[in-house]
């Protein structure tokens, strides 16, 4: 497999996670979001992937995008060991809380957005630090209350094993950090991060342990 | 089955078309986005989806979030008719194009978020319109660059046959006719639209067709 990837990029970041994980080799192609225009724009990549963002996977014929789908692809394909628990319930938490990342607060703080807000509306980078803090801020704090509240939340985000809700949140959680985004009051979330970055998987998808980090 | 929806909630109208498409009989629960400071963020509702987005589906002991997570879970437990097509290649595809409309477009033009560029950037109706063009259109843009590149594309996104990528394709292509995006240049997604559209289960679902309709 190829995965075209970006050390910083979150949502690589889940992908890389997942692969390791499941102990899949692959290769990484580079792709920097922020040399010149953006890597992402060029030719060569928008062929691949229209939408120009980050990841892309390559396995053999199929070309996969979208870190949603991709994971799915993978839990299908390798299902052990296993990123989704047993029972459609269950399932639906999990999918629900990696959703809830992906949809509703790592899209309001991507590059593109926060380029879109400087140029066309002129914000300043102090007040687009706070937007970007403050969706993180909220979507988090309502994962918290999600986590805090259910029976299901264990050693991980959901019972004792490694889910898709934790790849999710992980690279979410480090990105925080990086704004500087108080996470005090998320105690379930810092601390099943602590625990996660504790596996190899997560270690090696690392955004300081990928070959394009500087 | 009992779905909390708004009628003009493009993640409730997702749901909405897989629950009608599969024969799901359910109960309409209103969640007003838009009465006094919005219904969803009344504690009554914080208690079943602390994200304080819509929707919500409740199937017996189970309260579901996220659009994605839901039509799942709707998937697996009532797996005909399908919304997923057979092969992890093919699934991939589908819920990389759902996931991109539910992740890459509709998040960023939300009632909270161009509440918030209103009220903590003051930035004008006007702005905000063209905000909210600016990333219905690039996303389509790129999705129908996926649909015309692909031989995988039918009658439907993916082949001849209804699938998630539908489902979540004409929420956002009425939202776009709704705020006056140029779609002429769309030929594939328009083309998709009304076809979906003449089928009962998308009819059945359209905003004007809820109860809480005004």
């Not at 590059?111 to 914000?123: K, N, S």
């Not at 992980?170 to 990086?178: D, F, H, I, T």
């Not at 996470?183 to 990928?210: G, K, S």
């Given at each position: 497999?190829?995965?075209?990837?970006?050390?910083?990029?979150?949502?690589?970041?889940?992908?890389?996670?997942?692969?390791?994980?499941?102990?899949?080799?692959?290769?990484?192609?580079?792709?920097?979001?922020?040399?010149?225009?953006?890597?992402?724009?060029?030719?060569?990549?928008?062929?691949?992937?229209?939408?120009?963002?980050?990841?892309?996977?390559?396995?053999?014929?199929?070309v996969l995008t979208q870190s949603l789908a991709i994971c799915e692809y993978l839990e299908e394909t390798r299902p052990s060991p296993a990123l989704l628990p047993a029972g459609a319930s269950a399932k639906a938490r999990v999918?629900?809380?990696?959703?809830?990342?992906?949809?509703?607060?790592?899209?309001?703080?991507?590059?593109?957005?926060?380029?879109?807000?400087?140029?066309?509306?002129?914000?300043?980078?102090?007040?687009?630090?706070?937007?970007?803090?403050?969706?993180?801020?909220?979507?988090?704090?309502?994962?918290?209350?999600?986590?805090?509240?259910?029976?299901?939340?264990?050693?991980?985000?959901?019972?004792?094993?490694?889910?898709?809700?934790?790849?999710?949140?992980?690279?979410?959680?480090?990105?925080?950090?990086?704004?500087?985004?108080?996470?005090?009051?998320?105690?379930?979330?810092?601390?099943?991060?602590?625990?996660?970055?504790?596996?190899?998987?997560?270690?090696?998808?690392?955004?300081?342990?990928?070959?394009?980090?500087?």
């Amino acid at each position: 497999m190829k995965l075209y990837s970006f050390h910083r990029s979150t949502a690589s970041f889940r992908v890389r996670i997942a692969l390791h994980f499941k102990g899949i080799p692959f290769d990484t192609e580079a792709v920097h979001l922020q040399r010149g225009d953006g890597e992402q724009h060029a030719e060569a990549y928008r062929s691949l992937n229209p939408q120009r963002l980050l990841p892309t996977l390559i396995d053999g014929e199929s070309v996969l995008t979208q870190s949603l789908a991709i994971c799915e692809y993978l839990e299908e394909t390798r299902p052990s060991p296993a990123l989704l628990p047993a029972g459609a319930s269950a399932k639906a938490r999990v999918r629900g809380l990696a959703a809830a990342l992906a949809a509703d607060i790592h899209p309001l703080h991507t590059i593109r957005v926060t380029q879109y807000l400087a140029h066309a509306f002129d914000i300043g980078e102090k007040e687009r630090l706070e937007w970007t803090r403050h969706w993180i801020h909220d979507g988090l704090t309502a994962i918290e209350e999600q986590l805090s509240k259910s029976p299901a939340t264990g050693i991980y985000s959901h019972g004792d094993s490694i889910t898709l809700a934790d790849v999710f949140l992980v690279p979410q959680v480090l990105s925080a950090k990086a704004y500087g985004v108080d996470l005090e009051h998320l105690a379930h979330i810092t601390r099943i991060t602590t625990r996660c970055l504790q596996h190899p998987a997560f270690d090696a998808a690392l955004p300081v342990n990928q070959p394009d980090a500087t």
